[in-house]
């Protein structure tokens, strides 16, 4: 595998990332550094160390996942979408800014966005490609392109807050829809 197609394949992988960075980023009552870092640091660790584990365990493991992993992030991916609805709704005064970090959500999040990389790390196991390089490659797309997803996302939540984490519970709900209905086969 060249270093263009890694290139390539490590932003496709971190873009499921980059979307809930934005939610993120439209849940947050202001920008910080620290907390796009946060955010990117979750997500690419998660979307490093999954091909790393999918290439370790190589392709008995793909059989065994294939078949549900769509589920799985549909329903991760579903839950928080909710959990972010309905945290729109509530009044302004019981809203934490610092619970869109919350350990326990980060994590579902962070396993959520990176299960495909699993499969990835499977056919790694069948490539010719230096594993090291290429999960570092993947990590550091993904922490990249989420911090810039969290700025991104708080430009437009700080006007637009109650709205905007609404949506973005909607675009979480929405992304796990198609997670679903591509492994279905029902969209392209």
């Not at 934005?22 to 009552?29: D, E, N, P, R, T």
């Not at 610092?98 to 350990?103: C, K, M, Q, T, V």
């Amino acid at each position: 595998m060249s270093l263009i197609e890694l290139a390539i394949l490590a932003v496709a992988l971190s873009m499921d990332a980059f979307a809930v960075a934005v939610c993120k980023g439209l849940s947050m009552s202001r920008f910080s550094l620290k907390k796009a870092l946060t955010v990117g640091l979750y997500f690419g660790i998660f979307q490093a160390a999954m091909p790393m584990l999918g290439y370790l365990l190589g392709s008995l493991f793909a059989e065994q996942i294939r078949d549900f992993d769509h589920w799985i992030a549909f329903a991760l991916l579903f839950i928080i979408g909710i959990k972010m609805v309905k945290e729109g709704r509530e009044p302004k005064d019981k809203k934490s800014d610092d619970s869109s970090l919350a350990f326990g959500q980060m994590l579902v999040l962070s396993v959520a966005t990176s299960i495909d990389a699993l499969a990835v790390g499977i056919t790694f196991a069948f490539l010719r490609v230096n594993v090291l390089f290429a999960v570092s490659l993947i990590g550091l797309s993904t922490l990249l392109l989420s911090a810039l997803g969290v700025k991104i996302g708080s430009i437009f939540g700080a006007r637009y807050k109650s709205r905007a984490e609404v949506s973005g519970g909607a675009i979480l709900i929405a992304l796990g829809l198609k997670i679903l209905l591509e492994h279905l086969g029902i969209i392209g």
